[in-house]
């Protein structure tokens, strides 16, 4: 989800919607609550070989993409998975990166102003498979990179947002959580066998949510939770409105050893960046 400017916006809605919003305020105080608490690990400071991966929805109407550049160049990622991308936001960042981010590449939605997704990486990367979208949202894509602890396939998403065909987030929330799952089987379904897999993204859901059940059942693991329980990763105010949610995941194969994960409370998009640095797993690990 995104905001243009001064203004709240994301596809598919528009100011008009705001009394769903605050409707919407009251279910999300609810997850809140009924999230519970669960045990976290501590941060490791890798002493081997690991590598970092930042995920970032940059909010195509974003005001101040210097923010957002100082905040990749300062997070020291190896690889670097944005959301809501332009062509606009891809002439200012390879402009701006050119020399910390040599590998870069973008792809521009056919259907969705601001739906674009991009990798911008320190190592060079290899296609796997792009996969349009069949519902006239958001497209995934999935890359192979050469890391520090081995080959990693990262598959970058965007799912559909909590908001019906008719523009209300009440009824979009209880509705479309099946719509994302379904894309996330689409999308996981063109993984290349035999590669540690990372998932990093926008999921516009909480980590209890059928999509990230569905990737545990694969045995994949939701990052951030094993660090940080409570810092949402989306944000946004309109008036006495206010509303948080945690919708940005990085959710990894269980081959790899996540060291730490964290939420940079930073930048002016309505997202904050997630980052997670990973080694790799050591046997009975």
Known sequence: MARAGKNFFCSGCTLSKIPYMKRYLAFAALIAISSG??????????????????????????????????????????????????????????????????????????????????????????????????TGWFDGWIKAFD???????????????????????VRGYLSTGDDRLREMERFYGQRRLGLPMIVAGDFNDREHSPVIQWLNSKGMINALPEFDRHTPTWH????????????????????????SARVIQAGTSDHFPVEAVFAKQTPGG
């Open 37 to 134: 608490c669960r045990a976290t690990r501590i941060a490791e400071t890798p002493i081997g070989l690991h590598f970092r991966i930042l995920t970032y929805n940059v909010n195509w109407g974003e005001p101040s993409p210097d923010a957002a550049a100082k905040i990749i160049r300062e997070s020291g990622a190896e690889i670097v998975c944005l959301q809501e991308t332009t062509p606009e936001w891809e002439r200012f960042l390879r402009s701006a990166l050119p020399h910390e981010y040599s590998f870069a590449e973008f792809r521009n939605s056919k259907s969705r102003m601001g739906g674009g997704l991009a990798f911008i990486s320190r190592i060079p990367g290899r296609e796997v498979a792009y996969i349009p979208s069949e």
């Open 236 to 259: 946004w105010r309109y008036g006495l409105v206010s509303l948080s949610r945690r919708m940005d995941h990085v959710v990894y194969a269980p081959e790899l050893h996540c060291c």
């Open 147 to 169: 890391t520090a602890i081995g080959p990693v396939q990262v598959l970058n998403v965007h799912l559909r947002p909590p908001v019906s065909d008719s523009g209300s987030w």
